[in-house]
């Protein structure tokens, strides 16, 4: 969106009070707001840390749900545009479709953020807000990633992701997706 400032602020997502206040101290209502963060504990179940579980769901998953509950609070003060107030994303991962081995703690989060965007899309949809969930299924070529010389475009780039996002943002109402599923050509599902 085109002469729309962005920035990036450094806060616990898992704190109501910090999520909130992000949200309060915007000029205007968000037009977008997109929940990236999740945390991963591997290990075999029966010896994880309950303690280390709870923080990974916290911010998986709680932290989806303040940041979904601000921004949609401050979203419906909005007047729409063509019908639309805003949109909400949230960054998932093929976690919040199958679990895998040793990585119970990661599964529950994503398929309780995944539940979220559910519920929230069908409640606020028709209140113009759109809200999605986006299933990263693939690795991310990232800095220091490389993939294998036999098997180009095996990774996920961040400017193909990115597109992803952007479409999502930008759907006619009368075509919102609630979910997403970006993968390169290796992955299997």
Same mark, same amino acid.
Request: a neutral charge; aromatic letters at 6%.
């Given at each position: ?15 109501? &009070? ?45 932290? &989806? ?33 199958? !679990? ?20 929230? &899309? ?21 800095? !220091? ?45």
């Amino acid at each position: 969106m085109p002469g729309r400032p962005a920035r990036t602020v450094l806060l616990d997502g898992t704190d109501e &009070a910090a999520v909130a206040a992000l949200f309060d101290d915007l000029p205007a209502p968000p037009r977008v707001a997109v929940y990236n963060p999740s945390s991963r504990v591997r290990g075999p179940v029966a010896e994880l840390d309950a303690g280390d579980v709870r923080r990974a769901v916290e911010i998986t998953a709680i932290g &989806a749900f303040l940041t979904g509950k601000h921004a949609a609070r401050r979203m419906l003060e909005a007047e729409p545009v063509d019908g639309v107030r805003g949109t909400i994303l949230f960054t998932g991962a093929s976690a919040g479709v199958k !679990g895998f081995p040793q990585s119970a703690p990661f599964a529950m989060g994503k398929f309780a953020q995944r539940g979220l965007a559910e519920s929230m &899309a069908r409640e606020l949809h028709p209140k113009g807000i759109h809200v999605a969930w986006i299933n990263i299924d693939g690795g991310i070529l990232n800095l !220091g990633r490389s993939e294998p010389a036999d098997r180009p475009g095996s990774m996920l780039r961040p400017e193909a992701i990115a597109r992803t996002y952007r479409h999502l943002i930008e759907q006619d109402r009368s075509a919102w997706s609630n979910e997403v599923a970006v993968r390169p050509w290796v992955e299997t599902f």
